[in-house]
């Protein structure tokens, strides 16, 4: 298994944009599709993006679409989110995770994720 490691979280102001990466380490998964859960205290862990291995498709939870971008760098083993105009909402641990199969296929369940990294704090102040 690839061991997945978060970063880019932080403190910011609703409106403000923050960009999160995903490194894998230990195995290539230039050829996994991936994605980006979160989850807020209290709640359960929910979906916010996936991509396939080649990053030719991805896509959203509503409550994201049109302001968080997914993307994926395979030569640098690397997954991106960009989180354009935050919101409150939007305050949770990010967490990355990798699929052990080329395209997501439309899963929203972390049970479909075999890969976790140890997620990254994003919190949005109004």
């Known amino acids: 298994q690839a061991q997945l490691v978060e970063s880019g979280g932080g403190l910011v102001q609703a409106g403000d944009s923050l960009r999160l990466s995903c490194a894998a380490s230990?195995?290539?998964?230039?050829?996994?599709?991936m994605a980006w859960f979160r989850q807020a205290p209290g709640k359960e862990r929910e979906f916010v993006a996936a991509?396939?291995?080649?990053?030719?498709?991805?896509y959203y939870a509503d409550s994201v679409k049109g302001r968080f971008t997914i993307s994926r760098d395979n030569a640098k083993n690397t997954m991106y989110l960009q989180m354009n105009s935050l919101k409150p909402e939007d305050t949770a641990v990010y967490y990355c995770a990798a699929r052990n199969r080329p395209f997501a296929s439309g899963a929203k369940d972390p049970a479909d994720f075999g890969s976790w990294g140890q997620g990254t704090q994003v919190t949005v102040s109004s």
């Open positions: 991509i396939n291995w080649s990053g030719s498709n991805s």
């Open positions: 230990g195995r290539t998964v230039s050829s996994y599709a």
